[in-house]
């Protein structure tokens, strides 16, 4: 495809005029054929950088994600711009299982969402490798080496699977990582070194603030900031379950209305306090890094680590939640 038509494709299905910065580097090396390693800082535009290029190339391209959350809105929302798209995970019900399969296999799907474990089902694999695959793009990445074996296992395996069906080329996608991990990345997907972008995670419109307090002071501090002026909504992190219910009580009874949310939560009440969040039902969610990988809000106003990160990294992908 042409760069004219590539930009017709952005302007028809998007509604962009142009790309971010990073983006037009990775999505130029895709079309190429190049397996890419794509490190963009949230909000940096990832999804665009699969997604274009999906309308662009002849087949199937296949978008792995382990949020069932992102994939739905980004389904609902490509759905209504006339993008053929469709997922699998672990919320689809039988006939939307079987409604998609069909549409894999007449080639009217440009795009489908799988989760790992659904991408990893052998019947899963060998409709994929009938299908012939333009493009696989896996999205955090970061997940195969730093996270995987506590986090979603079925990573782990993603490297082979991914191999295994023989797409034209790999996208690796995600919002931080390190030196070591992107090492890993880029060995398990065999992408150069020339093909890994990254760009700056300075974003000018966010505020950085460090406030030293005794361990006495520090719920009474929490509230202070979130009660300033222009500060909600607001994430609030901590590092234990039990800190994220204590902190979400204490807000609530200070009169701010605050919800908890972690991986000890069943699934659809993680879904509803999400949600409800995302719907601006209540101002504040308290939550362990369970929660934000994939969340699309644009007017979150602050975030704020009870704990300390655990990795600076980990500190700049969940500060870029907020602006």
Known sequence: MSELQTHEALKDYFGHESLRPGQAEVIERVMDLRNTLAVLPTGGG??????????CMEGLSVVV????????????????????????DSTSSAEEFEQTLVKIQSGELKLLYLSPERMAEPTMQQLLKNSGIALVAI?????ISEWGHSFRPSYIRLPKLVRSLKPKVILALTTTASKDTAGSIRKAFKILKKDHIQTSFYRDNLVFEVEVCSEEDKQQALLTAIELPDRTPAIVYAT???????????????GINARAYHAGMPADARAEVQDGFLGHQFPVICATIAFGMGVDMPDVRSVIHYHPPKSPEGWIQESGRAG
């Open 46 to 55: 990832k999804s665009l950088c699969y997604q274009l290029p999906a309308m």
């Open 139 to 143: 999205d955090e990445a970061h997940c």
């Open 240 to 254: 234990r379950r039990g800190d994220v219910e204590e902190l979400a009580a204490m807000l609530s009874r200070s």
């Open 65 to 88: 994600s382990p949020l069932i959350a992102l994939m739905r809105d980004q389904v609902e929302s490509l759905a209504k711009k006339g993008v053929p798209c469709a997922r699998i």
